[in-house]
């Protein structure tokens, strides 16, 4: 059983800057597949990035693509996820996730779930 922890939301201007955190309590945490997801009222859940267990491999959503870098901290059992240049439409609850697959892109592919950090972005 892994439990996901995350912080770091919040309410932000557009334009501005979030880092979002996920703590994990595996002591196999660098073995798992990371990824965030976000999921905005009256949408689907909605794939933002992953990361694999070495980093070496990274995926973003198209709609972060340029703005939002995933990394992780294995010796400190985090992922994070540092969001730049954000906009309105980055208003969501992200959730960070873990999975034994790798990749894993689709939500049904993760494992566990933390309970999600609510991310505001004000025009």
């Known amino acids: 059983q892994v439990q996901l922890v995350e912080s770091g939301g919040g309410l932000v201007q557009a334009g501005g800057s979030l880092r979002l955190s996920c703590a994990a309590s595996a002591r196999t945490f660098s073995t798992y597949f990371m990824g965030w997801f976000r999921q905005a009222p009256g949408k689907e859940r909605e794939f933002v990035g992953g990361i694999s267990w070495s980093g070496g491999m990274r995926k973003y959503g198209d709609s972060v693509e340029g703005r939002f870098t995933i990394s992780r901290d294995n010796a400190k059992n985090t992922v994070y996820l540092q969001m730049n240049s954000l906009k309105p439409e980055d208003t969501a609850v992200y959730y960070c996730?873990?999975?034994?697959?790798?990749?894993?892109?689709?939500?049904?592919?993760?494992?566990?779930w933390g309970q999600g950090t609510q991310v505001t972005v004000s025009s």
């Open positions: 996730a873990a999975s034994h697959r790798s990749p894993s892109y689709f939500y049904w592919e993760y494992d566990y």
